[in-house]
C-alpha cells in the first residue's frame, strides 16, 4: 500500500462529497440570489472544508482508539467497526496518525485565515465552531458524542449542514442570510442520518465501552423508528424548501433519492443483527450524494435561466 492510498484510507476519503456538497450549495446559493461568484475565493473554501473534514474523521478515530472503541469493537460479535482500524491493529504509530491528523487541522486553518482576509472575520467563527466541534465530539473532558442525548446529532446537522453551506455563502457574500440555512436544512438532515444509520453497526461495541449514543440509550427498535423519522423530516425539508423559493420546483427531482432507503427500511425487522444495517448505511449514503448533486444542479440550472 503506497502513502497515498494509505492516507485515503486513514482519512476515510470517500466520504469527502458530505461536506462538498454543502459548501457547492452555499456558494451556487450566492451565484443564484445574489448574482456573486468568486472562483479563487470557492476553490479555497472547498479545499479547507475537505481539510477539516478529514482532520474530523481522523481526530476521532485517534480519540476512538484512546478511548478503547476500537478494540471493543474488534471484540464483540457481529459488530463492524466504521473507523480505519490501522491503530487497533498497529499499521500505523499513534505519533504518525497524530501528525498527519493535525496537519490536516493547519490546512484548514490557513484556509480560513486567508478567506478571512477577503471575505471578514465571520469565517474565522464558522471555522472555529466547526473544529470545536470535531474535536470535542468524542475527546475528552466534553466527549459529547458518548453523552446519548441528541448531541450528535446536532453536530453534525451543524457541521455538515448549515455552517459548511452559510460558510460558503458568506464567503462569497460577505453577508449571513436566513435562505442559505433553510437551503441546508435537507442536505445536512440526510447527512445527519448517514450519520445515525451507521451507529447501528457497532452499537453493542459502543455500549460494552461506555459510549452512549442514541440507538445505545433507546435501544434498537427505538432508534430504528427515529431513524425513519429522520429519512422522512429530511425530504419534508426539501419540499418546504422549495415552497420557500429556496430551491426551484425541479430541485423535487431529489425525492426519487428517497427510494432505495424506503425499500431498505421495509426489509428491516424490530430487531436485527449488525450486518443488516450495511444496506441501509449504503442506500443513506447514496441517497445523501444523489440528492445533494440534483440540489446542486437545480441551482447550476436556475442560474443558467436567469441569465438567458
Not at 460479535?77 to 496518525?97: D, M, P, V
Not at 425539508?237 to 420557500?244: D, F, Q, R, T, W
Request: proline share 4%.
Amino acid at each position: 500500500m503506497n502513502n497515498w492510498t494509505l492516507f485515503m484510507k486513514l482519512s476515510r476519503f470517500r466520504v469527502v462529497p458530505v461536506m462538498v456538497i454543502p459548501v457547492l450549495l452555499g456558494g451556487f446559493g450566492a451565484l443564484v440570489w445574489n448574482d456573486t461568484f468568486h472562483p479563487w475565493l470557492f476553490v479555497v473554501t472547498i479545499i479547507g472544508a475537505v481539510a477539516a473534514h478529514l482532520f474530523s474523521n481522523m481526530i476521532n478515530d485517534l480519540w476512538d482508539f484512546r478511548n478503547g472503541i476500537d478494540i471493543a469493537a474488534k471484540e464483540t460479535a457481529s459488530t463492524i467497526s466504521t473507523n480505519s482500524g490501522f491503530l487497533a491493529n498497529g499499521t500505523i504509530k499513534e505519533r504518525t496518525f497524530s501528525l498527519v491528523t493535525w496537519g490536516l487541522f493547519a490546512i484548514a486553518l490557513v484556509s480560513g485565515v486567508v478567506l478571512s482576509l477577503f471575505s471578514g472575520w465571520l469565517v474565522l467563527v464558522f471555522g472555529a465552531l466547526g473544529g470545536l466541534i470535531a474535536y470535542f465530539y468524542v475527546a475528552p473532558p466534553i466527549k459529547f458524542g458518548y453523552r446519548g442525548k441528541g448531541y450528535s446529532e446536532i453536530a453534525i446537522l451543524l457541521s455538515f449542514g448549515i455552517l459548511p453551506t452559510l460558510g460558503s455563502y458568506y464567503v462569497q457574500t460577505s453577508q449571513v442570510a436566513i435562505r442559505p440555512m433553510i437551503l441546508s436544512l435537507p442536505i445536512g438532515l440526510l447527512t445527519t442520518l448517514i450519520l445515525f444509520n451507521h451507529h447501528f453497526l457497532h452499537w453493542r461495541a459502543d455500549q460494552s465501552a461506555g459510549k452512549k449514543t442514541l440507538v445505545v440509550v433507546w435501544g434498537e427498535r427505538r432508534a430504528l423508528w427515529f431513524s425513519k423519522a429522520l429519512f422522512a423530516l429530511s425530504y419534508i425539508a426539501l419540499i418546504v424548501c422549495v415552497i420557500a423559493g429556496v430551491f426551484p420546483y425541479y430541485a423535487l427531482l431529489a425525492l426519487f433519492s428517497a427510494i432505495p432507503v424506503y425499500r431498505v427500511y421495509t426489509l428491516l425487522k424490530a430487531e436485527n443483527p449488525s450486518p443488516a444495517y450495511l444496506p441501509l448505511m449504503g442506500a443513506s449514503v447514496k441517497a445523501s450524494t444523489r440528492g445533494g448533486v440534483i440540489m446542486m444542479l437545480s441551482l447550476i440550472v436556475q442560474a443558467i435561466i436567469q441569465r438567458l
